[in-house]
């Protein structure tokens, strides 16, 4: 009979374990279920009043429109080239100086526009505001651009400038002239129509940002430490607007870069006594190093998706999916794990997932007959904004785990601050009401840059940089980038001389408004 009762009791206990398990799991549905229907963090402050600002239409006319495509089009003929740190082009920088002061008239002229060459090349414009009491903002963009050869398959040759297919082909189209020339080209019609603006701001235009801008954007940033600045915010090139691109998204969406991820160059080598091939010990140099390299791509840097500004930004975009990945995007407090294994599939994906591992270089051997007595390889790693340089370094070693395979860290940095993007962030709304304005077709999201631009080193002047200019890019477009048949549309570059016209006098208003109905917090 004991044993008869325990048996049952045995049975109850189970039964209510298992609905104990299924009301934990109806609950947690229920919970996932009203998410889905109720997140929707981009609604913030579109629905308040904004401060009124003097408000000048651009109203380009016909002749306008065809001077600033002749002004891009020139730009974009010069070839601007860092081939490396110690090789730039530098007659073509200062070609490009005397084309700017040609074509800006009134931004050169004006008594509100003070002009520096910064480090011969670079070129910084102080422009005064009325009220000197509203903290300063700073545009960035940057003058060179990476080589280009018309033998690897361009449509157009690359310095052409050519019209082709409702586009106009050339390296700088979307890195990074678009941005130089639209600023310039939108303070020009501005002043030309009598603005003068409330709240003062710089711009920076930088001569070696493709190979670091530790000449151009480094001493821009002395210059202006120096004369104490501190800045509200700084815009750089970054993300853009992605039509297409992200898959199950209706819709298209501008991704505004809130981070940067960190960067590291790693060498490894292995040194050997040399010998000849016909007496080879049972391990070489190569196979040494060789079996390091594959340990460190069979063993990635570990999942890190939710730990950083990735997360905000599916939450941003998930009303815009279709079932069921918007209930995936609308709770990845459930879904984070089964999300980041999806994405590493894909290297494009797999980036925002982890700190990636590329090895980029491997050098060894002199002779075909020889042992090499030395074998080193590069890699380079593009550091999550969860994890920091040293713990990189640390993974590296233990993964390798290897003594006779030497680890020195040749350059990086770790991942950039992240900016705030919450209602109360000044430079991040007034962007996206510049976007939407524009655009209100857009979702806009925060997102993080993959690669590096000039505005790293400007933390010390700021604590909020975001990465952003709206140029579109649809599905094969990413490729162009640092590739062939770099290009742009007209109608497009017209937009970003548009856009940057409203956002200069966005940044008049005094304070942000007051939240319509604060949804952010998640």
């Known amino acids: 009979m004991t044993g008869h009762n325990t048996k049952w009791g045995m049975i109850r206990f189970l039964k209510l374990v298992l609905l104990s398990l299924l009301l934990i799991l109806l609950i947690l549905f229920l919970v996932a279920a009203v998410r889905t229907l109720t997140l929707e963090v981009n609604a913030g402050l579109q629905l308040a009043p904004w401060e009124k600002t003097a408000n000048i239409s651009a109203n380009i006319s016909k002749q306008e429109r ?5 002004n891009f089009k020139e730009a974009i003929q010069i070839p601007t080239v860092s081939f490396s740190e110690t090789e730039q082009n530098t007659s073509a920088l200062r070609e490009f100086d005397q084309l700017l002061r040609k074509v800006f008239p009134t931004v050169f002229s004006s008594s509100l526009v003070k002009h520096e060459v910064v480090a011969n090349y670079s070129h910084l414009f102080t422009v005064l505001g009325s009220e000197p009491e509203l903290v300063p903002y700073m545009l960035l963009a940057h003058i060179d651009v990476v080589p280009a050869n018309e033998a690897d398959g361009w449509e157009a040759p690359p310095f052409s400038a050519k019209e082709l297919n409702g586009f106009i082909y050339g390296r700088g189209t979307i890195d990074n002239k678009q941005s130089v020339m639209g600023i310039l080209q939108a303070l020009e019609y501005l002043l030309q129509r009598g603005y003068v603006p409330r709240r003062g701001f710089y711009i920076g235009l930088g001569h070696d940002e493709e190979v670091s801008g530790f000449s151009g954007a480094v001493n821009i ?13 700084v815009l750089d090139e970054g993300l853009a607007v ?3 691109i992200i898959n199950g998204l209706k819709g298209p969406a501008a991704l505004i870069g809130v981070s940067e991820k960190g960067s590291a160059t790693v060498k490894l080598s292995v040194t050997m006594k040399p010998g000849h091939s016909s007496m080879p010990p049972r391990e070489s140099s ?3 190093l060789a079996a390091a390299v594959t340990r460190l791509e069979e063993h990635p840097m570990p999942r890190l998706f939710g730990y950083g500004p990735e997360r905000a930004t599916f939450e941003h975009l998930a009303h815009k999916f279709g079932l069921p990945l918007r209930f995936i995007m609308s709770n990845l407090w459930l879904f984070t794990p089964l999300l980041s294994r999806v994405m590493e599939r894909r290297p494009d994906t797999n980036a925002f997932v982890r700190t990636t591992t590329a090895v980029t270089m491997f050098n060894s051997g002199v002779k075909i007959n020889v042992l090499p007595s030395h074998a080193e390889a590069f890699v380079n790693l593009r550091i999550h904004s969860a994890q920091t340089l040293q713990e990189v370094m640390e993974l590296i070693k233990s993964t390798v785990a290897d003594d006779r395979v030497k680890i020195e860290l040749v350059s990086g940095f770790n991942p950039l601050p992240i900016s705030s993007y919450t209602e109360q962030s000044f430079g991040f709304q007034v962007i ?3 976007v939407l304005d524009m655009f209100p ?6 997102g993080i840059c993959v690669g590096n631009t000039d505005s790293r080193h400007y933390t010390d002047l700021t604590k909020d940089i975001y990465r952003f200019a709206p140029t579109w890019f649809k599905p094969g477009d990413t490729q162009r980038f640092h590739g062939i048949n770099e290009r742009i549309s007209p109608k497009n570059y017209e937009e970003l001389v548009v856009f940057y016209f ?6 008049d208003i005094r304070n942000l408004p007051t939240p319509h109905a604060s949804q952010h917090e998640l």
Not at 502 to 507: E, G, H, V
């Open 432 to 434: 996206k009401k510049t």
């Open 242 to 244: 992605l039509d297409g």
């Open 441 to 446: 077709q857009l979702t806009v999201a925060p």
């Open 286 to 288: 190569i196979g040494i």
């Open 66 to 70: 065809a001077v600033l495509l002749a």
């Open 221 to 233: 940033v002395k210059v202006l430490k120096s004369r104490g600045v501190k800045l509200q915010y």
């Open 502 to 507: 409203q956002l200069f006098q966005n940044c």
